[in-house]
């Protein structure tokens, strides 16, 4: 998922009468908080699955053997031009330590798998600094509301090779507020600058507490 893909897909929309309605992507996650030996946190492992449309358009021509299948060989460049721009973005990925604010790695182990029409991206986030934490927290969000980030509906989140005890919540975002971004013209998405955290109130929020 690139910028110019994102935009590139909004004019297909505009053609199909929905570019007065936001988000334009839709992204079902599931999410792996990932603990070293020592029992710190070390990272996020992400498994993103986009909606048809979107995995449609951004798969146009990449059938290089023309065999009706996508091999994660002929993905590749895909997958890395979709780490390497979500980067700017912070990957959508906003993770605490105990209340602040840590930094993520560049995404590693990424790659992509086509199946059922659907583009599923996975890659690992490691966090600059593991860390034995009481409270890791994580919220999965587009500050523009660009993108719809939901949790998936059957074990959404896990914890790997965690400390005893630990507890793991999560929380969607509250489905009263789904609609809002239709009420609400394109030009004012547009305005949003860089510092805009309008998505916030769309955040899937995930808290694990250890002992």
Known sequence: MTRILLLALALVLVGHGG????????????????????GA???????????????????????ADKD??????????????????LKEFDYFTYPRVNGKKTTLEAAKDYWLEHSDNMLTLHFTLPLMQSAKAKSFELDVYDPTYFVAFALADTDPIALLSAPAKCELK???????SANVGQRLSESFFNS?????????QFANKIAVTCP
């Open 170 to 176: 999560f929380n969607r975002p509250a489905e009263a």
């Open 41 to 63: 946190v070390t990272g996020v492992r992400h498994k993103w699955t986009f909606d048809d449309m979107f995995s449609t358009f951004a798969t146009q021509g990449l059938d």
């Open 68 to 85: 009706g299948k996508l091999s994660r060989e002929e993905l590749a460049s895909l997958a890395e031009v979709n780490v390497t721009s």
């Open 192 to 200: 949003l600058d860089g510092k805009a955290d309008y998505g916030a």
């Open 19 to 38: 570019a007065l309605a936001h988000p334009h992507v839709w992204v079902t996650v599931k999410a792996e908080i990932v603990y070293g030996a020592d």
